[in-house]
C-alpha cells in the first residue's frame, strides 16, 4: 500500500499544453510538498502546504498552480507548458512541518516538454 | 547560490570496503542534517539524520560525522553492500519548512 503515491509517473507533451500531476497520502501527514529535480539532478522545492493552506512558494512561476482539495491530496496543473519544465516532480509529505519531521517522497512524476 | 553542496558526483567502492560520502554547507543557522537514499525510478527515502549537538549518530552501518567548525558533514558506509547502490542526497531544514538539499552523489558498490 503506497504511502505517498503521484499519477502520472510519466508525462511526455508538447510545447504550450496544460497537464495536470495528482499526489496523494495515506500517512495522515498535515503537510504536503511538491520538489522540482532538474537535469542537474538537484531537489528543490516548489510549494508546500500545511492542513490545506499555502506555506512555501518558492518563487515559482504563476503557470505552476498547486491545489490541495483536503489535507491528503495536493496536485500541480502547469499551464502553457515550456521545454525548460522538462523535469522530474516529487511530490512529498511530513507529519508537521520540516525540520520535526523528515518528508516522505513519492515516486517521482517524469515530464517531458517537446 | 548552492547552501548545502556535494561535491563528488559519484563514487565507486569494492564491495566489504568503506563508502565515504562528503557534504558542505554555507549556512551557519543549519542545526539539523539529513541524508536521504534514492534508488532508480523511486522517490528519495530517509537514511539517518544528526542534530548539530552532536557530532556523530550511528544507525548499524550507516555513522554521520558532523564538524560544525568546517561546515562539513559525511556519511560513512561499513561495509558496503551492492544493494548500497544508490544515488545519496544531504540536506538541511530551513525556515518556514523546506529542505535544502545538495545535488547527490551516485554511489555504485561493486560485487
Known amino acids: 500500500d503506497t504511502a505517498v503515491s503521484q499519477t502520472p509517473k510519466y508525462l511526455v507533451t508538447q510545447m504550450g499544453n496544460d497537464k495536470s500531476i495528482k499526489c496523494e497520502q495515506n500517512l495522515g501527514h498535515d503537510t504536503m510538498y511538491w520538489y522540482k529535480q532538474d537535469s542537474k539532478k538537484f531537489l528543490k522545492i516548489m510549494f508546500s502546504?500545511?492542513?490545506?493552506?499555502?506555506?512555501i512558494n518558492e518563487t515559482v512561476p504563476n503557470r505552476f498552480s498547486p491545489k490541495s482539495p483536503d489535507k491528503a491530496h495536493l496536485n500541480l496543473h502547469i499551464n502553457s507548458l515550456e521545454l525548460g519544465d522538462s523535469a522530474v516532480y516529487f511530490c512529498?509529505?511530513?507529519?508537521?512541518?520540516?525540520?520535526?519531521?523528515?518528508?516522505?517522497f513519492g515516486e517521482g512524476s517524469r515530464l517531458t516538454v517537446l | 547560490d548552492q547552501q548545502v553542496k556535494q561535491n563528488s558526483p559519484s563514487l565507486s567502492v569494492q564491495e566489504g570496503r568503506i563508502s565515504i560520502l562528503n557534504c558542505d554547507y554555507t549556512n551557519s543557522m543549519f542545526d539539523y542534517f539529513l541524508w536521504y537514499k534514492k534508488y532508480p525510478a523511486e522517490g528519495p527515502t530517509f537514511l539517518i539524520s544528526i542534530s548539530s549537538i552532536k557530532d556523530k549518530n550511528e544507525d548499524g552501518r550507516f555513522t554521520v560525522f558532523l564538524n560544525k567548525s568546517a561546515k562539513h558533514l559525511s556519511l560513512h558506509i561499513v561495509p558496503s553492500q551492492p544493494g548500497d547502490s544508490a544515488v545519496y542526497f544531504c540536506?538541511?531544514?530551513?525556515?518556514?519548512?523546506?529542505?535544502?538539499f545538495g545535488q547527490g552523489t551516485t554511489l555504485q558498490v561493486k560485487p
Open positions: 540536506a538541511a531544514p530551513e525556515p518556514p519548512g523546506k529542505l535544502i
Open positions: 512529498a509529505s511530513s507529519q508537521g512541518t520540516v525540520p520535526s519531521g523528515e518528508l516522505f
Open positions: 502546504y500545511n492542513n490545506k493552506e499555502l506555506i
